[in-house]
Structure formats: C-alpha cells, structure tokens
C-alpha cells in the first residue's frame, strides 16, 4: 500500500502557530487539559510501562509542558527536552517545566542524532507542517532501542475538514507512513476521551534499524 501524501495541510502553519500563541496566555487554565489533554498525557505514559528508565525524553510539540512535568515525576533523573513551534507556548513552558525547550517544530529537532530514549506526542500530528520530515527526524533522534508514542485522532473525518486539520490517518496508513520514515509501528491502540471527542488512536513505534518489541 503506497503511503499518503503528507506535506500538505489544509490551514497554513502561520495560522496554527498564531492560534497557539494566543492561547497560550490561557492554556494551562483551560478546560481541555482535564477533559482531554491531561487524559491523553496519561495514556501515552501508561504505554511506556515496563519499559527500562529513559534517560532523555522528547515531546514533540510540547505546549506549556504539562507532558514533560507529568513525566519528570515518574522518571525524576531523566533529562528532558520540548519542542514546540509556538513561541507563546515555550515561554510559558520555561515558566513551569525544567527541561531544554526549543521554538521549532517536529520538521527539525535540534537534537543529536540517537540521543532521546522515549519521544511522545500527543494529540498534535495533524499540526506538523511536514509530516513525513517530522517522523524521520524523530527516527533520527531516537536510540536504536528508544521508542516513539504518538497519540492522535482518527476520526471522523468530517471533523479534520470542519477544524481544518491535515486529514487523520487511518491505523494502517500510518504503518506505512511510518515504515517510510524508518519507524517500525509495535503496537496501536484506540482511545476513547469522551462521546463526543474524536476517536484517538496510539501509535507505539521503534527505529526501523533496531529496537525491542513494544509490550
């Protein structure tokens, strides 16, 4: 099955950007963190149970950190780093989260090759500006025995068109997408916040050239 085409979206990166900015100020006291986003925080670490204690962690596309700060209580030695390409977001991140935060996107991590044991992202894909360039830097940075969780919608579609989001891959378009990026996809599961959310799916993935089996 060829791989869709992802280096398009429908609202321009400008616009995302700009949104996130604006929201920023707000963020953290928003709704949506305890109904969605701290949920999906919560699943995307559930699934690194087990797993030996990461060293570096990357969240791509981190916000204000809340991620990163949930993650530092469960593995207080690792080092941990964000990325997120609204500036907004990463200086309220600096206010609230020890770790090294970087304004940029998933398109260019500024990271050492091999150098993150866990790269998360959660509910933030259908924002990356090239999608494809995304998934193979974070193959780049990732330890032959790391692993990529991502968390992201599915579905329905007629909601992507309606929020002008990039359309939400199916379970195995993103095998594929991944596969061609140099991440081999473990594991995926379905998620469900509440009724009336789009379904989210979680993608366990590890580098094509190494890694274990995700449990």
């Not at 080092?79 to 260019?108: N, Q």
């Amino acid at each position: 099955m060829a791989a869709p085409t992802l280096d398009r979206v429908v609202s321009t990166n400008e616009q995302d950007v700009g949104q996130f900015d604006r929201w920023s100020v707000r963020y953290e006291r928003s709704k949506w963190q305890r109904l969605v986003f701290d949920r999906a925080h919560g699943r995307a670490l559930g699934l690194a149970k087990g797993w030996p204690a990461p060293s570096a962690i990357l969240d791509v596309g981190c916000g204000s950190g809340r991620l990163l700060r949930a993650a530092r209580e469960r593995w207080p030695s690792a080092r941990l780093f964000g990325v997120d390409p609204s500036s907004g977001m990463i200086e309220a991140a600096r206010r609230l989260t020890p770790a090294e935060l970087h304004v940029t996107g998933a398109e260019s991590l500024p990271l050492p090759d091999a150098s993150i044991d866990i790269a998360f992202s959660t509910i933030a894909f259908h924002h990356w500006s090239d999608a494809s360039r995304g998934l193979r830097e974070v193959a780049r940075v990732l330890r032959p025995d790391g692993h990529f969780v991502l968390i992201d919608n599915i579905g329905p579609n007629w909601m992507a068109a309606y929020l002008k989001d990039r359309p939400y891959l199916s379970a195995r378009q993103r095998v594929a997408v991944w596969s061609a990026s140099g991440l081999r996809v473990t594991r995926q599961r379905r998620m469900f916040l509440f009724p009336i959310f789009p379904i989210l799916l979680a993608t366990v993935a590890v580098p094509e050239q190494g890694g274990r089996e995700a449990r």
